[in-house]
């Protein structure tokens, strides 16, 4: 198995048991080392008493792609610190995408950027996230094709 096939397993292996993206609605369009991109339709049971979409959700959706993102190399990560900022509102309908990217990689830490835009390409949220790389491997009787 080379490094996109372990990434895609990985991250096929964190979906089968994770009820709140699957809660969410969350998409998967691209998965590889170091990197996801997921979409989700904002619904009427996300929003908040001001009518737009409960800022949690943003942040959720941006949680996942780092979850994803920073697990998929194939040992388990735990995010340590994460932050997101808000600049712009997000309202029933809009369909989100998030993208996460690895910006360093170490052996016990890495830091991920993932910008979260709207349909219609407005960045709707800015998040960071530090994860902590355990020793736990997802699939530790496979053996890893560097390509």
């Known amino acids: 198995m080379n490094d996109k096939e372990l990434a895609k397993k ?5 979906l089968e048991h994770d009820e709140f993206s699957k809660w969410l609605g969350i998409e998967v369009l691209n998965i590889s080392p170091g990197y ?3 979409k ?3 619904r009427k049971d996300m929003l ?3 009518h737009t979409c409960h800022g949690g959700i943003t942040f959720s959706l941006a949680d996942s792609a780092l979850a994803f993102a920073s697990n998929n ?3 388990v990560a735990v995010a340590l610190e ?12 809009d369909e989100l995408t998030a993208i ?26 800015i998040f960071r996230g530090t994860v902590y790389r355990t020793k736990k491997e997802y699939f530790p009787e496979e053996k890893i094709e560097k390509d």
């Not at 990985?10 to 964190?14: D, E, I, T």
């Not at 900022?85 to 309908?93: D, K, L, T």
């Open 10 to 14: 990985v991250v096929s292996r964190m």
């Open 36 to 38: 996801s991109k997921l």
């Open 40 to 42: 989700m339709k904002v």
């Open 48 to 50: 908040n008493g001001f």
């Open 73 to 75: 190399h194939g040992r």
């Open 82 to 93: 994460t932050s997101i900022a808000f600049p712009a509102p997000v309202v029933e309908g």
């Open 100 to 125: 996460a990217k690895e910006q360093s990689k170490g052996n016990s830490v890495g830091v991920y950027n993932v910008s979260v835009v709207n349909q219609a390409g407005v960045k709707v949220g």
